[in-house]
């Protein structure tokens, strides 16, 4: 993993020394420890992280149906890949859904609630972009944030198709 030490089998410390488990459902994604938290959000989203934060928190709001706040988790994925999405109980062996449209809210799509923060965790990168003089961002910053949303995309669209239940098609439908 890069920029990630193993600690012990599938728990490791990333390069702000945040500790990570395996996620409980999907192979290759490792969730930061509640107790180390802090420094995930500026070790990855850049210095406007409380933008990225409050981007979230609002798309979430404006995209997911019956969303009214609650707790996210921050993940990493194998390559590194940083994202948040809305925590969830696992119940039974059917996969979590929550009901997520697009930012115009003429599509709305059934998705795993990692695919929901996925999105999520886009359309906040976006809104960084689109704000990067007045986040004061520098070019490489701009840069880093927009290959991460590409490379979610990528992800996202892989993890659709492990998960099944055409769990990409969703994902696509509400990404384009």
Known sequence: MSNAAMVDQGTFTDKAGNLYHPHAEINGLSVADAEQRMDFLPAYFTSAFM??????????????????????????????????????????????????????????????????GIITTMVALIIMMENAEKLDLTDAEEEAIYDLRLDLRDYALNLGKALGDEQDRAFYKLFN
Request: aromatic share 12%; no cysteine; net charge negative.
């Open 51 to 116: 933008a990225f934060e409050g981007a979230v928190l609002d798309m979430a709001r404006k995209t997911i149906k019956g969303y009214t706040g609650g707790y996210w988790e921050y993940a990493l994925t194998e390559s590194g890949l940083p994202f948040v999405y809305p925590k969830h109980r696992i119940e039974g062996d059917e996969l979590p859904r929550l009901t997520v449209s697009n930012v115009f809210d003429d599509e709305h799509q059934d998705l795993h609630p990692v695919l929901a």
